[in-house]
């Protein structure tokens, strides 16, 4: 919980930056994953899972977050099949809008912890709908071919490499 999304507006002092923490988003508890800029400067992040302890189930703090005022404030746009284990959040660099996001999950663990699904999931309107285009993979990142916008790999934990060339199809094959 002492994690989170901390920013300095004054790099350039070097070891006399001063950095401040951001406001946490909503439901997090410190396991910012990673921090997205758009090209109008709003902020896309994920969190992701916290499992306090080795006997307890994955806590629902996981998930994409989106800030339009540099982080002074956060909606929350997690489907909720994603709020258990989210890993990366990606945004195509093809759509000029910035709208079309990917998350990756995996599947959470532990009792009490039901509707995680893992696998990659797409939205076209920042978050405000998702679709879950790939199902039953534990995946921890994807890319697109920046000279091929209908061109993704994705990685896994355990079925390796992943390809889809009609990534933008409204169900892609991989």
Same mark, same amino acid.
């Given at each position: ?11 350039s ?11 946490s ?12 800029v ?17 006997g ?9 977050f989106?800030? &339009? ?8 746009? &997690? ?12 945004i ?5 809008t ?11 663990w532990?009792?009490g ?9 797409? &939205? ?23 000279s ?27």
């Open positions: 919980t002492k994690g989170g999304i901390w920013k300095t507006n004054n790099l002092a070097g070891s006399g930056a001063t950095w401040t923490r951001c406001v988003p909503p439901r997090t508890q410190g396991h910012a994953f990673n921090i997205n758009l090209k109008n400067g709003d902020l896309v992040v994920s969190f992701s899972a916290r499992k306090p302890t080795s307890t189930s994955f806590t629902a703090s996981s998930g994409v989106y800030s &339009t005022d540099g982080g002074a404030s956060w909606s929350d746009r &997690t489907d909720a099949a994603m709020k258990y284990y989210t890993k990366g959040v990606v195509d660099a093809n759509d000029t910035g709208s079309t996001w990917y998350a990756c999950t995996f599947q959470a532990g009792s912890v039901s509707g995680n699904l893992p696998g990659l999931f797409k &939205t076209t309107n920042k978050g405000l709908n998702w679709t879950h285009i790939l199902s039953n993979s534990h995946v921890n990142s994807c890319t697109i071919n920046p091929n916008p209908n061109e993704m790999y994705v990685g896994t934990e355990a079925d390796g490499l992943l390809y889809s060339n009609n990534i933008n199809s409204g169900s892609p094959a991989f």
